[in-house]
């Protein structure tokens, strides 16, 4: 049984602040680690992808990936109130998630102004 | 260039009855997938199709059956609804990249 975890907070930041989101993963063969926002009513939407150990930067947001430790992060720089969301850890055991994927419960971020 | 569309929006039916949820896709992706996410359990993999005519089971696909129509559109079924598929429904589409999804199906069993 493939399971993703991941604390449902919620994680509140001030504005301006960095805010970290944490999983964790339990089958060692996943290839392949997503992090979606879901804002409420809404349906999910790709922030970052990663496959391979270490970090990837896109713009405010940051993916770190650690497979001998089976945790993966997002870290999101000077949040901004609009970063207030559920966010979807999900992880695929074959490359590009073309299995389907295995979702975490989701944390929710509150971005106090 | 619409993405994923699924219809329809919003649906309520009583226990017993079926219903067919559809999905197209306009982005010439392989993968097609339907999930379910309800309050407190994330969303869970119902079924999916790597490829025009394949489908395989998720985690979840009990009371459910699916039909890869063609390249473009996975449908959804559900025979005899029970209250318990009060849901709602994402359909999502990938070509070797990270899944899209699309607005979703809120579905209420009564």
Redesign the interface.
């Known amino acids: 049984q493939k399971e993703v975890e991941q604390n449902s907070g919620p994680l509140s930041v001030p504005e301006g602040a960095i805010a970290s989101l944490n999983c964790t993963y339990s089958d060692r063969g996943s290839q ?1 680690f ?1 992090w979606y926002r879901q804002y409420s009513g ?5 922030i970052m ?1 990663i496959y391979s150990n270490g970090d990837k930067e896109d713009g405010r947001f940051t993916a770190q990936l650690n497979k001998a430790s089976q945790y993966v992060s997002l870290l999101i720089r000077d949040s901004q109130p609009s970063d207030s969301a559920t966010y ?1 850890c ?1 992880v695929g055991f074959s ?12 944390t929710h971020l509150i971005i106090q102004p | 260039n619409a993405g994923v569309t699924q219809t329809p929006k919003f649906q309520v039916l009583k226990t017993g009855q079926s219903m067919t949820l559809q999905c197209a896709q306009d982005m010439n992706h392989n993968s097609m997938y339907w999930y379910r996410q309800d309050p407190g359990m994330g969303l869970r993999l119902i079924y999916y199709s790597a490829s025009e005519g394949t489908t395989d089971k998720g985690e979840v696909p009990n009371g459910y059956n699916v039909s890869r129509l063609n390249k473009r559109e996975f449908s959804l079924r559900l025979e005899s609804a029970a209250p318990s598929q009060t849901s709602v429904y994402f359909c999502a589409s990938t070509r070797g990249q990270p899944q899209h999804f699309g607005d979703g199906t809120r579905l209420s069993i009564l």
């Open positions: 392949s997503f809404k349906s999910p939407e790709l992808f979807l999900a490359g590009g998630g073309a299995d389907g994927l295995t979702f975490g419960k989701g």
